[in-house]
Each structure stands twice: as C-alpha cells, then as structure tokens.
Nanobody, 117 residues
Framework: QVQVVESGGGLAQPGGSLRLSCAAS????????MGWYRQAPGKQRELVAT???????LYADSVKGRFTISRDNAKNTVYLQMNSLKAEDTAVYYC???????????WGQGTQVTVSS
C-alpha cells in the first residue's frame, strides 16, 4: 500500500521561508511525477509545482522565482522550498505522487502553511 506523508508546515512571517517534505513508500515500482498542490479556505485545490523522475519541473505563475521543488529518488522524497512567503500562500499543502504500474495518483493528508505577522 502506497503511503504519502508530508511534513514541515507551520507558521511563517511574510518574507520568511519554510521547507516542506513529502516521503512516499510502499510501491513495487519507481515513483513517477511528484508534486505539491494547495487549497486555501473557500478555494479550489491548485497546482503549486511538480517534478518528474528525471528532474523536469513545472511551477504555478504565482510561485515562480520564490518556490523551488526538488526530489531525492533514492529516498522517494520530494521537497518544496518556499521563500519570500506571502499571506496569499496560506493554505493546506498536499503532496501528490504517481505510483504503481499504472501511475495511479496518491495524496498525502496535507500540511498547514500559515503566513502571518
């Protein structure tokens, strides 16, 4: 059974930084794309950033130049370094990984990120 576990959320001041981690386990196959999504209160879940197994990345326009996604394939872990945080970055951040023979999507439980002074 594939498990996806996020960590690293919390409270940060505007202009501050946080680093999220997401560890995946339980797949008999290599993990495919891994990514971060977020959902603010009253809004739909949106893509933040994704990374392929070979390191190609995709970012939402709202985070380009501020957030960096990376992954460690040996640890089946994806990271999201968030710098220059803004109040509008406040949301629950979810990790999504593609796993298994059919690259089914698996989601983590989410981690809260709050940016406030």
């Amino acid at each position: 059974q594939v498990q996806v576990v996020e960590s690293g959320g919390g409270l940060a001041q505007p202009g501050g930084s946080l680093r999220l981690s997401c560890a995946a386990s339980g797949s008999d196959y290599s993990f495919g794309d891994m990514g971060w999504y977020r959902q603010a209160p009253g809004k739909q879940r949106e893509l933040v950033a994704t990374i392929t197994s070979t390191g190609s990345t995709l970012y939402a326009d709202s985070v380009k130049g501020r957030f960096t996604i990376s992954r460690d394939n040996a640890k089946n872990t994806v990271y999201l370094q968030m710098n220059s945080l803004k109040a509008e970055d406040t949301a629950v951040y979810y990790c999504k990984v593609l796993a298994g023979y059919w690259y089914r999507a698996y989601w983590g439980q989410g981690t809260q990120v709050t940016v406030s002074s």
